[in-house]
């Protein structure tokens, strides 16, 4: 499945590295990933979520509080044949692997192999899967075979459509969440003067047939401070917002809207 970045032949995997046949050599980790990203593909010295992204969002997520948005996933998943024996799903912008952990789990012989950007986010997705490969790689440029996968999920990361079609076999399926018009609007309030929703554009995707959309709306209660901190640090309003602003959420911000879009395609028209 996995394909070295270099020169596009299958890579062996052994216990230390894995290699191809030209002789590269990518080096695992302790904690059982690899990173296929070469030095002159990278626009950053640490590109994708930072440390402290990779944490809060982990710790949040830990919390429970975006259960309905997984108990959807779950259901569609089901539907779509994707917990079925066998299974090769492909997780496109991981993170820290929260999703198909709870997604998966439990379920027999289904395969989960995943990519970012963020070493971050990878080392600690392979640390709590440790059955699941991945590698720090980007959606863009997936170093890995076309037809590989029967699904892919794609939660609020970036991919290109053409990439995901190559790595997905003949009527497979893409499952995409983005946030809908609502998703965390409070923040907003407190951030800028003038509250636009989210844009919901109604999106084309070549070589796909769009099978199902889903909205799903809740309301989060935020307990504690240390939550509200967490919801705010894994997402761009953090960056978005002044010292004063984040405090002022920090003390007062105890409920917040999580509204998701979620879309499945199926490969083929
Ligand atoms: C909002 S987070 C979502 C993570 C995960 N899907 C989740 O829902 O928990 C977006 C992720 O996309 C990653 N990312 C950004 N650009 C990427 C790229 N070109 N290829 C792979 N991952 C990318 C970031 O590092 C980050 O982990
Ligand atoms: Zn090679």
């Known amino acids: 499945m996995w394909i070295c970045p270099k020169c596009k032949q299958p890579l062996s995997q052994d216990t230390q590295s894995w290699h191809c046949e030209a002789g590269h050599i990518y ?14 593909q990278k626009r950053s010295k640490t590109p994708g979520d930072s440390k402290e992204m990779v944490n809060a969002r982990r710790n949040f997520l830990m919390s429970g509080a975006y259960q309905p948005l997984v108990n959807g996933l779950k259901e569609l998943f089901s539907v779509y044949g ?43 997705a392979a640390k709590a899967n440790k059955n699941w490969l991945y590698a720090v790689a980007s959606t863009f440029d997936v170093p890995v075979n076309a037809a590989c996968f029967d699904g892919i999920l794609q939660i609020f990361s970036p991919s290109s459509e053409a990439e995901m079609h190559r790595v997905l076999k003949e009527d497979g399926i893409w499952i995409v969440v983005e946030p809908h018009s609502h998703h965390l609007n409070e923040f907003k309030q407190y951030i800028y003067d003038d509250v636009e929703e989210h844009p919901v554009p109604a999106h084309e995707m070549s070589g796909f047939t769009l099978l199902d959309e889903k909205r799903i709306t809740f309301t989060i209660l935020l307990t504690d401070s240390v939550q509200r901190d967490q919801l705010l640090m894994m997402t761009p309003y953090y960056w978005a917002a002044n010292p004063s602003q984040r405090e002022t959420i920090n003390a007062s911000l105890t409920s917040i809207t999580a509204d998701f879009r979620v879309m499945v395609w199926r490969k083929g028209e």
């Open 82 to 124: 994707l917990l079925d024996s066998g299974s090769h799903i492909f997780d496109a912008g991981c993170g820290e692997g929260y999703y198909l952990r709870e997604i998966v789990s439990g379920q027999k012989d289904v395969h989960v192999a995943g990519c970012d950007v963020s070493k971050f986010a990878v080392l600690k």
């Open 27 to 40: 080096d695992k980790a302790k904690e059982g990933y690899v990173n296929l990203v070469l030095a002159n």
